[in-house]
C-alpha cells in the first residue's frame, strides 16, 4: 500500500445512493426510502471515521467497504424494527412471578376482558343514566367483597399507591416505620426515598432485627400522621427478631388517633400454605386487625394485571381519590378490564384452576413429574441430539415474594451433544417465541410448572 493509504480508502468509500441501492436489492421493497438513507449515512460515516483514526495501513487490512457488505449490515438493523421488540416467552424457569418475563400471567378471562375493552367502552359512562361515571367504580364493589374493605382505589402499580397513600395522609407530618420494615424491592423502590418523594418525613423506630410496642408509642407526637408497616416481601429477618403484631400495632395507633398504613406487596387473597407455601397475610386479615389503609400489588401473588390497589377506610379512601397526583397514576381501561376479570374468577369461578398464578404455584409434585417425564419422553422420540433426563428439583416464586419457599418439582435436563450450551441456549432465547430456562452446571433446565400445556408442543419444536 503506497503512503497515502488513507485517503486510497477514503476514496474506495461508497456513495450513500449506491448502498441505498444495494439494500433495496437486498431487501425488497419493504421499507420506505426514508427509512433507509440515515442508517447508510451512519454506517459510511462511522467507516470514514474508522479509516481517519486507524494508525497504519495494517489497522484496515480488514476493514470491507462494499456497498453489498454495508447493505447486509443494514438490513439486519432494519430487521430489528419490523420485528416487535416485545415478543411472546415461554418460561422454562418454573419462577412464577418472574419479574423479567412480565411477572403475572394472565387468566384467560382478562385476556377475554382485555381484548372487549380494547374498542369503546363505558370506562368513565354510567350506562344506567347516561351521565359520566368513574373508572374507578368497575372493580370497587368487588374489592370490597373480596376483601370487606370499605372502600378501594386503583393505580398503575404498588409503587404508586405506597406514594399515593403517604402523600394523601402524610405529607408535611410524620410517619412512624420500623428499622426491621424500611425495605428495597427490586427496580430500586426503597421506602425511605418514597417516603421523601410523598412530602411525608420518615421516623425510624426500633432496630434492624427487633422493634417493641413501646418504640411504636416513644415515637408517637402530635406531628404523627401514620404509623407505617411495611411486608418484608422480599427478605426475612430470622434469629433473635421481634416485631409488632399488626392487631397491636392499631390498637394503640387507634388510641392516640392515628391510622395505621400496611404496604402488604403481593395481595394474597386466598391461604395457600396447605401446598407447602409459606404462610402469608391474608388481604382480608389485615384488614379485619384493624388496618386503615392497605396496598397491594395487581401482578404478583393476585395473578392480575400490572395494578396498584388501595383498601381501607372509606374516609381515607375518599380523600385518596380527591388528590390531584391520583390523574397522574391512574390505570387505564386495559388494565382496569383485567383486573375486573380476575377478581371475578376469585368471587364467583375457581381461582385455583383459572388463574395461572395460582394454579402454577399449587400444581401437584405428581403432575409435574408426569408432565416432565412426557416431555422428556417426546424428545427422546424426536432426537438424538440431546442428552436427556428428569430430575428432582425446586421451583420458586419470584417476583420478590414468598423467598423462602422451595417448591418441590421435576425438571427436563437437557444439554446438546454437538455444541456448546451457552450458544444453543441463546439460540433458543432468539427464537420464535423465545424459550427461557434454568442454566445449571452444563445442563438447560426445563420445569414444567410455569410452562402451559397448551405450549408443550411448541417447547418441543423450539428444541429441535
Ligand atoms: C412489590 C412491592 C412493592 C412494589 O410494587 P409494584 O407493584 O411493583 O410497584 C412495594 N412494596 C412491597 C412491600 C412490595 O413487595
Known sequence: MDKNWRQTY???????????????????PVYPHRLLVKPVQRKIDELRRRILQAEDADGLKELDTSPATIAAQVKQELAGISRPSLRRVINATGTVLHTNLGRAQLAQAAVMAI?????YCNLELDLASGQRGSRHTHVEKLLELLTGAEAACVVNNNAAAVLMALNTLAAGKKVVVSRGELVEIGGSFRIPEVMKASGAQLVEVGTTNKTKISDYQQAIDEETA?????????YRVVGFTESVDVAELTKIAHEANIPVMEDLGSGLLLDLSAFGLEKEPLVGERLAAGVDVLTLSGDKLLGG???GIILGKRRFI???????LLRAMRPDKVTLAALEATLRVYLLGEPLREIPVLAMLTMPPATLKRRAEALAEKLKE?????????REDVSFVGGGAMPLTRLPTYVVALRPRHQPLAVWVEKLRLGEPSLVGRVQEDWLLLDPRTIAEAEEEEVVKCLM
Open 318 to 324: 375518599e380523600q385518596i381519590k380527591k388528590n390531584q
Open 10 to 28: 477514503l476514496r474506495a468509500l461508497p456513495g450513500v445512493d449506491a448502498v441505498v441501492t444495494a439494500v433495496k436489492k437486498a431487501v425488497g
Open 226 to 234: 401514620l404509623l407505617l408497616k411495611v411486608h418484608t416481601s422480599n
Open 115 to 119: 381484548e372487549e375493552a380494547a374498542g
Open 382 to 390: 424426536q432426537t438424538q441430539n440431546l442428552e436427556i433426563a428428569v
Open 305 to 307: 394485571p400490572q395494578a
